[in-house]
């Protein structure tokens, strides 16, 4: 049973009889109403091969003031449900009904007591089980990844050191990775604020390992008029352009129906602790106050549908990018 629970929602901890090797965090990123406040919250696991090098943790990224903390835990300090996406670290809470924190430390203290609602889910369906689509059923993947809420509505408050942040009406967002490593390089966008109500947009593209060669794969989900429009490898979606200039990014993805047009540039970053064979020891640079605009094109009809531009976005731009550069002459419509 929990084989099939954990295949069919990602959100529940995936590593259950992992000994070594082995990583997993949830990223839960809130942003206040008034967009004055940021705050992403990356719970996990680090299972090394030496055991007494196992922990878990939590990584917190203030994006008003581009600070990262890294707190760790014993491993048995993890718990978690086979049933339901639920799991705590020490006397720490988290599902997809909201977050309870109680952290105190040497160089941070957070309370926290924050419930989510209307949660827009990635489409799923047997052939289709995550965000992965038929790669979640492949057990040899170095990194699988889960968006696990596109958007979703925030009740509550956080203390963070001596600020109070008011999370009412505020906006969310949550995905997880799990495997053994990141991948050597990855461009990866996500942003809930436009300014056309009720948008969100999650892009990966990323070096995928596969048979000592690789490929260059892609995940990307916008929802916009209540419907989630799935650009991915497994769907037969195309990187037609990615193109990396110092802070700017420029991507252009298609299928049969439809071209999404972005381009993003990066804000001031905060470096966070990244996995390695299982340990947290890579590092990787982070932005949650970027922007991007987007455009949606439609190719039967032959127009754009959607048009619109964002702000507190999360970026990250890591590893060999010249891996993943497509195309300079294939932009346009």
């Known amino acids: ?128 089980p995550s965000s992965m689509g038929w790669y979640a059923y492949i057990p040899i993947m170095e990194c699988y990844h889960g968006v696990l809420s596109l958007q979703h509505n925030i009740v509550g408050q956080m203390k963070l050191n001596d600020r109070t942040i008011d999370f009412d009406d505020g906006t969310g967002y949550i995905e ?27 892009l990966s593209i990323a070096k995928i390992p596969w048979n000592q060669r690789g490929f260059v794969g892609l995940i990307s ?25 110092d802070k700017k990014i420029s991507i252009k993805i298609s299928d049969k129906n439809y071209c999404l047009f972005i381009e993003a540039l990066t804000g001031d970053a905060a470096s966070l602790q990244a996995p390695s064979n299982g340990a947290m020891t890579g590092t990787v640079m982070e932005s949650i106050s970027g922007t991007m605009s987007i455009k949606l094109h439609d190719k039967k009809s032959d127009r754009i549908i959607l048009e619109a531009r964002a702000r507190c976005c999360g970026m990250e731009i890591a590893g060999k990018t010249q891996e993943l550069l497509f195309c300079p002459d294939a932009w346009g419509i």
């Open 176 to 202: 997880k990775d799990w495997g053994t490593s990141f991948p050597s390089s990855w461009v990866w966008l996500q942003s809930n604020h436009f300014d056309i109500k009720s948008i969100s947009l999650m």
């Open 1 to 128: 049973m929990y084989a099939m629970n954990k295949l069919y929602n990602c959100g529940i901890f995936q590593g259950a009889g992992k000994h070594k090797h082995y990583f997993e965090g949830w990223y839960f990123k809130h942003v206040d109403q008034r967009e004055q406040d940021v705050i992403s919250i990356i719970p996990g696991v680090s299972i090394e091969e030496k055991a007494s090098k196992s922990h878990a943790f939590i990584q917190i990224l203030d994006g008003k003031n581009y600070k990262t903390y890294y707190i760790r835990y014993d491993i048995e300090e993890f718990s978690f449900s086979k049933k339901s996406f639920e799991f705590s670290i020490g006397n720490n809470h988290f599902s997809d009904k909201g977050i309870e924190l109680n952290i105190v430390h040497e160089d941070i203290t957070l309370q926290c007591s924050v419930t989510y609602s209307k949660l827009i889910h990635w489409p799923r369906g047997i052939t289709s």
């Open 221 to 245: 989900g916008l929802w916009y008029d209540n419907k989630v429009y799935r650009f991915a490898t497994y769907t037969g979606s195309n990187i037609d352009y990615l193109q990396i200039n």
